[in-house]
C-alpha cells in the first residue's frame, strides 16, 4: 500500500534546533528561554534503552501540554528511533499529534527509509485527523551511502525538510566517512557544501547543518556557523542551550546587511528607470539578478532585527 498523494506543505525557516533528551522533557523551558526556534526530543541516541517507553510517553505528555497552552515557539519534534525496529514504529505512531512539527528520522541509509517513513506518517496524520504532509520529515544522513545518496534522500517525499551534513566529531558521520575533527572543521568542508547543494537541487526548502559539540569553545561554534551560513545553509541543530544565542545570531542578518540590501534593490530600480542595467553600487557592479536575491532576503527576514 503506498501513501496518498499530498500536496507539498511550505515550511518555516529554522536557525536553531535544540536537541532535548526524552527524559528530560521539563528542558523544554531551557530551549525556549534559551530562544530556540525549534526542539527536538530525542528518544533514540540519548535514551537508555529501559528508558524508551517512558520517554515516548513524556514527548506524547509535552506534545499534548505544548497544545493546551497555546505554545508557539519553540516548534517542536522528535527524534524517533530507527525505523528497522518495532520502537521507531510505535514512536512516530505515538507522537504523530497536534502540535508536533515534524518527525526526526535517524540511521538513514537511502531513500527507501524516507519513503517507508513518509508512508507512515500519512497513516498516521489520517489516523489523527491532521492534513496530510503537515508533518515535516527530516532524515539524518548519517551512513556513507545516505551521504552519497543525499539528492535522493532529498526527493524522495514532499514533507522532506531541514536536510543537510551533520559532521560532528567522533559522531556517526564520522565514523562512517573516516574524518578526523579538527577545530577549524575544513576535513568536512567538502562534503558540508556537496550535501548542501543536493539539498537545494532535491527542493529542499530550509537545510540545516551541525553539530558543534565543544560546550567550551564558543569562538570554534561562532567560527562554523558562519562557516556553514556562508555555504548556504540556513541554520544548525545543537545540542546545549548556551549554543543557541550564537547560532540565532550568526543565522539572523544584521541592520546593516537588511540595510544593504535594501539600497541595493533601490539603486538597481533607479538605473532600470534609466533604461540601464547594471550599475555600480558601493565598488561593486549589480544588476537584477542580485537585486532579486536581495527582494528574496529581504522577504524572507522581514521582522526579524
Given amino acids: 500500500m503506498s501513501s496518498e498523494p499530498h500536496r507539498a506543505v511550505p515550511r518555516v525557516p529554522l536557525r536553531s534546533l535544540l536537541f532535548v533528551p526524552g527524559t528530560k522533557t521539563e528542558w523544554l523551558t531551557k530551549a525556549a528561554r534559551a530562544g530556540a526556534d525549534a526542539a527536538i526530543i530525542d528518544l533514540e541516541d540519548a535514551v537508555p534503552v529501559a528508558d524508551k517507553v517512558d520517554a ?84 539524518l544522513l548519517e551512513t556513507a551511502r545516505s551521504l552519497r545518496d543525499a539528492h535522493e534522500v532529498g526527493g524522495a517525499a514532499q514533507r522532506v525538510a531541514y536536510l543537510g551534513a551533520l559532521t560532528a566529531d567522533g559522531g556517526d558521520v564520522a565514523r562512517a566517512v573516516g574524518y578526523h575533527g579538527t577545530p577549524q572543521g575544513t576535513e568536512t568542508l567538502t562534503l558540508r557544501s556537496r550535501v548542501l547543494l543536493d539539498a ?61 540590501w535594501e539600497r541595493l534593490v533601490a539603486t538597481v530600480e533607479q538605473a532600470r528607470s534609466r533604461g540601464e542595467g547594471a550599475v555600480a553600487f558601493e565598488g561593486q557592479m549589480v544588476d537584477e539578478a542580485m537585486a532579486t536575491t536581495a527582494r528574496h532576503l529581504l522577504a524572507r527576514h522581514a521582522g526579524s532585527v
Fill in 200 to 260: 537545494r537541487a532535491a527542493g529542499v526548502e530550509h537545510p540545516v547543518a551541525g553539530l558543534w559539540t565543544r560546550l567550551d569553545d564558543p569562538t570554534g561554534l561562532r567560527v562554523f556557523a558562519e562557516q556553514n551560513r556562508s555555504l548556504g545553509y540556513e541554520g544548525m541543530m545543537a545540542i546545549h542551550p548556551s549554543h543557541v544565542p550564537i547560532i540565532n545570531e550568526v543565522f539572523s542578518p544584521s541592520p546593516e546587511e537588511l540595510a544593504r
Fill in 56 to 139: 515516548r510517553n513524556s514527548a506524547v505528555a509535552a506534545l499534548q501540554h505544548h497544545v493546551a497552552d497555546h505554545h508557539q515557539s519553540p516548534a517542536l519534534f522528535v527524534r524517533v528511533n530507527a525505523l528497522d525496529t518495532w520502537d521507531g514504529a510505535d514512536d512516530v505512531r505515538a507522537v504523530t499529534l497536534p502540535g508536533l512539527h515534524g518527525i526526526v528520522l535517524p540511521k538513514v541509509d537511502g531513500p527507501e527509509d524516507v519513503r517507508l517513513a513518509d508512508r507512515l506518517l500519512t497513516w498516521c496524520e489520517r489516523e489523527q485527523g491532521l492534513p496530510a504532509g503537515s508533518t515535516a520529515l527530516v532524515p
